[in-house]
């Protein structure tokens, strides 16, 4: 339903400039405003709690812009407001809607913008603008950090094609007001386009565009690279590196890469670790009645099921258990077959032997790349009442409950987070900025299980 006014007060659409004028250019937005040019709007809050740099390979929102179904800032950030210009999009251009960017949809829109060249305008939009409604769904993420803290976001678009050097835009949105207090919470966007040439050229000033004495965060939406000239710059000036390792392409090659950040003293946060807490809080309350925490230690026999495709949370869910537990990794064996099984085998603090297996399972594919789907934890002591059953509300236990003597377990169903979304999860971590040592002991013993594979 579309409400009577936009969920958002735009003190300056997205504006070229050039590199060296952004800063002044930003300036002159608050000087224009606090000078009366919006008199009939309450007074403004600019960014004043943190900067976000976002390195976005993904260029469905600059050609949805393009093409003018996306009206907002280029920040980066694929949520409600890019589902709804994209939802729009593809019903437009007969393909189907699912709200979410593919490569028939990206196609598309390039082959579009291929079409209307001469028809674009300078500032990307066809001379026929067809703006989607700015509703109540639309509300973009950028809206969510904004009205808790104003910040400004800087977006890099690395682009395809011939190196003709960087472009400038800069915008101001304010999507809150305060009706208490009159007040409207804003957010500066700075957006960076250029081929990944062109952006490593500029590497050296773009910490410079983050807000002094003030925290900074990174997301950086592709592999970590250590050897990637813009991810040093950044990495080095940043107060934590956000990733998410649900779309890592190379699971456990990116995952060593991750731990080795770490080891060199990045904070580094993974929004998909964060997916995780649900299972880990069971797991550990399934242990928490007294008659039940001595067989904890009992445990020796372990299955770990996922969705094909992405084994991150699976891995990280086993360093996790296996640091708490502290077990050592001693064998680790990927044998493959419909399930794409792993075994990974080690060595209690008693010597005790622990045999784990982790298995693909090919479903219809999922919100989350690779999500859990069931764990089952056992022992080869009859005598020990550790047998747990955690299952996906989902996908069910079917597959953890064969084989018999699952009716002597705890079978419990993990209720999926609301908010398993990036976007969401991103606002949350922008929150915290401390390291967490929890995930950090985790990836050590993840990378472990990792490392026996080369040996």
């Known amino acids: ?136 769904s639309g509300a973009g993420f950028a809206d969510a950090i904004a009205a808790a803290n104003p910040c400004r976001i800087i977006a890099l678009c690395p682009t395809v094609g011939e190196d003709e050097g960087v472009t400038a835009q800069v ?46 965060f990174a997301w950086w939406k592709a592999t970590p690279d250590p ?72 445990i020796d026999l372990m299955t770990i099921d996922y969705e094909k495709g992405n084994s991150a949370q699976a891995l990280m869910f086993l360093g996790w258990f296996a640091s708490r537990l502290q077990w050592h990794p001693v064998i680790h064996e990927n044998l493959g077959g419909e399930y794409d099984i792993t075994k990974v085998k080690f060595v209690g603090a008693d010597q005790r032997q622990i045999e784990v297996e982790l298995a693909a399972i090919p479903i219809a594919a999922g919100e989350i790349p690779g999500d859990l789907i069931g764990l089952r934890l056992m022992s080869t002591n009859p005598q020990a009442d550790c047998c747990t059953i955690l299952c996906s509300q989902i996908a069910g236990c079917m597959r953890m409950e064969s084989g018999g003597g699952a009716q002597n377990c705890r079978i419990e169903q993990v209720t999926p987070m609301f908010d398993q979304q990036a976007e969401n999860l991103l606002s949350q971590q922008l929150q915290r900025w401390s390291r967490d040592t929890l995930y950090e002991e985790s990836m050590a013993v993840t990378a472990e299980i990792l490392k026996l594979v080369n040996r």
């Open 1 to 136: 339903m579309t409400t009577s006014s936009a969920p958002l007060v735009s003190l300056q659409a997205p504006k070229d400039v050039s590199v060296a004028d952004i800063e002044t250019e930003l300036s002159q937005i608050w000087q224009s405003y606090n000078a009366g040019g919006e008199g009939s709007l309450a007074a403004a809050t600019r960014a004043a709690t943190f900067s976000l740099v976002i390195y976005e390979p993904e260029e469905t929102q600059q050609l949805l812009a393009a093409l003018g179904y996306y009206m907002g800032p280029i920040d980066g950030i694929g949520g409600p407001r890019t589902q709804t210009a994209l939802e729009v999009a593809q019903k437009a251009l007969g393909l189907e809607v699912t709200g979410k960017s593919n490569p028939e949809t990206l196609a598309k829109l390039k082959a579009e913008i291929a079409k209307k060249g001469d028809g674009l305008k300078a500032d990307g939009n066809t001379t026929t603008n067809t703006q989607y409604a700015l509703d109540a």
């Open 227 to 298: 050897n990637h000239d813009l991810f040093k710059r950044i990495a080095e000036s940043s107060d934590c590196i956000i990733i998410d390792s649900s779309h890592f392409n190379a699971i456990e090659e990116d995952l060593l890469i991750v731990q080795d950040l770490i080891e060199s003293g990045l904070n580094i946060a993974d929004l998909n670790w964060r997916r995780l807490f649900p299972w880990q809080e069971l797991s550990a309350e399934a242990f928490d009645p007294p008659e039940r925490r001595p067989y904890v230690k009992e």
């Open 171 to 216: 915008s101001a949105y304010c999507p809150v007001q305060k009706r208490t207090s009159s007040t409207l919470i804003c957010c500066e966007y700075i957006t960076l386009k250029g081929t990944q040439t062109a952006l490593d050229r500029i590497s050296g000033m773009i910490p410079e565009l983050a807000i002094a004495d003030l925290p900074k």
